[in-house]
């Protein structure tokens, strides 16, 4: 196919990635390579700085790095960036990768995020891993040899040493002086080869849209953990105070967006269903006398859910000490508001019905005596005897109440 020159087409975009790469990240990239191919931009250059993240996610931005009309650039940066796991995918399946120096990449052997695999799975899964990243390689004229050490031996490299051995193709330490080194570049992509022109041209920045940053946030396993957590109080408030609405209506949301923020990442429902038997437990000891035990058994089961819930090797797909800390004590602080609650209404005197009579005051409305006589009581008149002889008009207070007689004596002030 005929070389063509790029400064038929416009200018140079750019894509800013920092931190794992998940489904929103991988949609981010996917349509920003997709828009570039539209507007016929002269480069698409991807800013980089991942720790990993998911095979899928990574394995559809590789899709679309192969298979790109337009040069596409990854560039390792700032320093102390890294394109680690997935993310040394991503930078080998580019047409031109480059490294900012104090940068590193590698470290791309697959892990599980679901818990230990055993040893044939393992095997399987660094083999297909292997061959995938050869494939990358030998596709972009790098070293596949080292590139398939990233995988086998987890090998990882600084930026200097991966420009010695040919896994990028510049170490450079702007965006300027990669634009200088870029210009000029011949560059074959799947709409042709092309001559980079990068100098003095303008940059236009794609950013996430709303949706995106959004479901950015809701792929923190922490907000998913949160979330889930809110959801289930507001409805256990709701349930406890019919009508209250609010609590409800959040809660219902909560869960929600919770449940999306499962399909986005790696969840262990094991650790879901500890922390709602944990709850369960807390509910118990609010019915059962248990003088504790069951929500000392409930706090360890939240606590052991929470630790479960995203179980993996990958530290980015995991839940923060502090906010499992957090959760814990507003469980403890919110379970015992309730128990609280629960006793006061247990040893509370009565205010309906005749028991709620008992202690109150009212006035003699005839002579009262052993025999008989009136009393009114909470605007009601009602039949009443004293041991001690009262006087009409007198204030009485009620002791006892048997069928519908009260039994007074008068009233005297402390």
């Not at 940059?203 to 949706?211: C, G």
């Not at 006035?363 to 009114?376: D, M, Q, Y």
Request: hydrophobic share 50%; glycine share 8%.
């Amino acid at each position: 196919m005929s070389t063509l020159f790029l400064f038929l087409f416009q200018a140079i975009f750019l894509l800013k990635v920092d931190g794992p790469i998940t489904p929103p990240v991988a949609e981010y990239i996917v349509d920003g390579i997709k828009y570039a191919e539209k507007k016929k931009a002269k480069v698409l250059i991807i800013e980089l700085d991942t720790p990993g993240g998911l095979d899928e996610s990574m394995r559809q931005i590789v899709k679309q790095e192969l298979t790109s009309n337009v040069p596409v650039c990854v560039y390792v940066y700032p320093k102390g960036a890294r394109a680690v796991s997935a993310g040394a995918f991503v930078l080998l399946a580019a047409h031109k990768a480059a490294m900012s120096p104090g940068t590193s990449v590698g470290a791309a052997h697959p892990v599980t995020l679901q818990g230990k695999m055993d040893s044939i799975m393992s095997k399987k899964m660094e083999n297909y891993a292997a061959s995938y990243i050869r494939s990358i390689a030998k596709a972009r004229g790098r070293n596949a040899e080292i590139a398939e050490k990233m995988v086998r031996s987890s090998a990882s490299f600084d930026a200097e040493e991966a420009y010695r051995l040919k896994i990028v193709d510049y170490v450079t330490p702007t965006l300027d002086s990669l634009l200088l080194l870029l210009n000029g570049d011949t560059v074959k992509t799947a709409g042709g080869k092309f001559i980079l022109k990068t100098v003095d041209e303008p940059i236009k920045n794609i950013k996430m849209t709303l949706r995106q940053k959004l479901l950015m946030i809701l792929s923190s396993p922490n907000v998913a953990y949160i979330l889930m957590m809110i959801g289930i109080y507001g409805l256990l408030f709701e349930l406890s105070h019919p009508g209250a609405i609010f609590p409800g209506v959040v809660g219902a949301i909560s869960l929600v967006l919770a449940f999306y923020s499962f399909q986005t990442i790696p969840v262990n429902y094991a650790g879901i269903l500890l922390i709602l038997l944990g709850i369960l437990f807390f509910l118990l000891d609010i019915k059962i006398p248990s003088h504790g035990l069951l929500s000392l058994s409930g706090l360890l089961s939240i606590a052991g859910g929470s630790f479960l819930m995203f179980k993996g090797n990958a530290p980015f797909f995991t839940i923060s000490l502090w906010s499992i800390i957090l959760v814990l004590g507003l469980t403890l602080i919110f379970f015992l508001w309730i128990l609280t609650k629960a006793v006061q209404a247990i040893h509370r005197k009565p205010v309906s019905g005749k028991e709620g009579l008992i202690g109150e005051t009212g006035i003699a409305k005839t002579n009262i005596t052993n025999e008989g006589g009136w009393v009114l009581v909470h605007g009601e008149l009602w039949k009443a005897k004293s041991s001690i002889p009262v006087n009409k008009g007198e204030q009485v207070k009620v002791q006892d109440i048997n069928g519908f007689i009260l039994y007074v004596e008068p009233y005297k002030e402390n």
